[in-house]
């Protein structure tokens, strides 16, 4: 089967089904992952000119190698498995596309080399080829994790020992994927004291999505360390508060409904999960032509404007805890402001937003709207 993504064209293995290409090798929901990837690249090195060196540490059908390398850069192609080297090879020789190709354990080739950019795109968590990475690149590490269920706590266990941090279900379980991630990754970069600064993150359909721009000082790996925190949150009523250190002091009872049913996570990533400027000029770098266009610059637009608060709400689903109908977005994030807080929508869905206000205040401050 032939696809066609971001002007590049591949040939896979697999059927053409209902309208939607299946393969082991290509998976066709995540182009915006990759558009987001290469206007990424274009973003960074403009910004960083030194960057030159593209590892594409699982390249499966070489998508994202031919991809970057159409772009300019000097790629490396990863893969464990024979058939997507064979494949991948196929697919730069198509488009044409010089890369060094390499047929083994990404792990054992990040120990050896170092580049300037390194995307870690696995099955499942990244955690088992983090420290590698972090050992290995200079500039930046792209990682995509699609081990959902372990991130937001819904897989408890699993997102204990992947991630060596408390994950809990919450209202946010996106949310609390970025930050478990974000957590676990910048404590992987303190063991070689280098410090991270994630400059784009986004939660999309069941996969969280990172770039980190690394910074190689002993002082930058304690100041991410720095950012990290526990949350403490209340089953009842969904109040939240955020404490930042390594040592948890967790809230026994809810200080709003007086609840005693309050989970604790952490260590999770309190601080900023993007640099506006810096996603803005991603968003300017996605060119018409890529298939994924119009969400991508939506999704960068939305997180531009996002509040850095640590957790989201969902308008419908405190509605529903309230009993009370619900509003349309604009006006409920009026009413907000109106009140004198900060409000902004959230990029993990269309009825989700930040603000400042606790969930007493969004009630007091809303309340009158949603009659
Ligand atoms: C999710 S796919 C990659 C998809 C691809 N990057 C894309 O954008 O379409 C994961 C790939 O990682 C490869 N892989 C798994 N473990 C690996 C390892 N230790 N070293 C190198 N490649 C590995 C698998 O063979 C598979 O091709
Ligand atoms: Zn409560």
Known sequence: MRVTEGGVELAVPGEQTEGVEESVFYNPRQELNRDLTIATLRAYREREDRAETYLDAMTASGVRGVRAGADGWNVTCCDVEEDAIDLARANLERNDVDAAIEHRNVNALMHDSTFDVIDLDPYGTPMPFADAAFGNCRDLVCVTATD????????FNSGVRSYSAVPRNTDYHAEMGVRILLSALARSGARFDVGVDPILTHATSHYVRTYLELEHKPTAADAALEELGYISHCEDCTYRETAFGLIADPLEGCPHCDGNRMLTAGPVWLGSVRDRE?????????????????????????????????????????????????????????????????????????????TDANVGQIRDATEDGLA
Request: proline share 5%; with cysteine.
């Open 278 to 354: 810096f996603v803005a000029a991603v968003r300017e770098r996605v060119p018409d032509a890529f298939g994924t266009a119009e969400n991508a610059r939506n999704l960068c637009e939305t997180l531009e404007a996002e509040l850095d608060e640590p957790t989201h709400y969902d308008q419908h689903k405190l509605c529903r805890n309230w009993g009370l109908p619900a509003n349309a977005m604009d006006d409920f994030l009026a009413d907000l402001r109106e009140a004198g807080y900060s409000a902004s929508r959230a990029h993990y869905g269309g009825t989700t937003f930040k």
């Open 148 to 155: 959902t269920a372990p991130l937001c706590g819904a897989h």
